[in-house]
């Protein structure tokens, strides 16, 4: 079940999504506007926006699902 805040991290995340932006500049964006998200959440609501935008922009898609990968948590460690 998708949860109204992850709906929301996910459009600032479609909104922001830009060619020359790094990971780390998008995510210290969405940091911006949503202080107390976690990692992980904003790494949920970065594969939601995949989801979402891959049939209307394919060129954010990628670079959303660049971003989702690169801030996933490595296997064995927390978030």
């Known amino acids: ?44 609501a970065a594969f939601l926006a995949v989801i979402t935008t891959a049939d209307a922009d394919c060129n954010k898609a990628r670079k959303l699902q660049s971003f989702a990968l690169a801030e996933r948590p490595v296997a064995g460690t927390e978030i």
């Open 1 to 44: 079940m998708v949860t109204k805040r992850a709906q929301e991290i996910c459009a600032v995340l479609v909104r922001l999504a830009a060619p020359d932006l790094s990971p780390k500049q998008l995510f210290d964006a969405v940091r911006q506007e949503f202080p107390d998200a976690t990692r992980k959440e904003i790494v949920r």
